[in-house]
T-cell receptor, first 113, second 112 residues
Framework: KAGVTQTPRYLIKTRGQQVTLSCSPISGHRSVSWYQQTPGQGLQFLFEYFSETQRNKGNFPGRFSGRQFSNSRSEMNVSTLELGDSALYLC????????????FGQGTRLTVV | AQSVTQLGSHVSVSEGALVLLRCNYS??????LFWYVQYPNQGLQLLLK??????LVKGINGFEAEFKKSETSFHLTKPSAHMSDAAEYFC??????????FGAGTRLTVKP
């Protein structure tokens, strides 16, 4: 069974631009969550989608948004990029039930210059 | 909101020595608890999870963790460290498995 696939692996953008990151979950998993990882703030929860609906949201500004498609693939969008958005963005795939645990992709390394 | 605290941002042990990474949670009810490991430039890999079935949880790579409600702790241990265990370890708490709150992480160094 294929793991969680995130594309692209690396990305360089300029301040003010927008970016879209993609995540393909494990087959059969209906829940996709996104996390931001930075040296200063650590791992922070962005949002979770389950069956195309946002089920939970972390404490991030509205510039961060996401969506999930009917095949469970998810995209995350960041508009008006700031230098502080430079981070490793991780996607986690799960069945969406309690206590099972989530499986992470390798992440997308975003650098904003 | 639930949270976890990892004591010690860096832990260094000699190869063959006991590994002990500390995690305390804040929750009024027993939560779902997890330990993940992250190798450089990689995502997170699930080591083990506590879901109230048993207080002593065994995971992959010889790691285990014990849930202690009286101490609100979920420390990760391994009897004998191996060089390949060098990585960053994260404790996480969740009330749904895909909405996790992570600790700050503990970087484990293993000396030859």
């Amino acid at each position: 069974k294929a793991g969680v696939t995130q594309t692209p692996r690396y990305l360089i953008k300029t301040r003010g631009q927008q970016v879209t990151l993609s995540c393909s979950p494990i087959s059969g998993h209906r829940s996709v969550s996104w996390y931001q990882q930075t040296p200063g703030q650590g791992l922070q929860f962005l949002f979770e989608y389950f069956s195309e609906t946002q089920r939970n949201k972390g404490n991030f500004p509205g510039r961060f948004s996401g969506r999930q498609f009917s095949n469970s693939r998810s995209e995350m969008n960041v508009s008006t990029l700031e230098l502080g958005d430079s981070a490793l963005y991780l996607c986690a795939s799960s069945l969406g039930q309690q206590g099972i645990g989530a499986f992470f992709g390798q992440g997308t390394r975003l650098t904003v210059v | 909101a639930q949270s976890v605290t990892q004591l010690g941002s860096h832990v260094s042990v000699s190869e063959g020595a006991l590994v002990l990474l500390r995690c305390n949670y804040s929750s009024s009810v027993p939560p779902y608890l997890f330990w993940y490991v992250q190798y450089p430039n990689q995502g997170l890999q699930l080591l083990l999870k506590y879901t109230s079935a048993a207080t002593l949880v065994k995971g992959i790579n010889g790691f285990e963790a014990e849930f202690k409600k009286s101490e609100t702790s979920f420390h990760l241990t391994k009897p004998s460290a191996h060089m390949s265990d060098a990585a960053e370890y994260f404790c996480a708490v969740s009330d749904r498995d895909n909405d996790m709150r992570f600790g700050a992480g503990t970087r484990l160094t293993v000396k030859p």
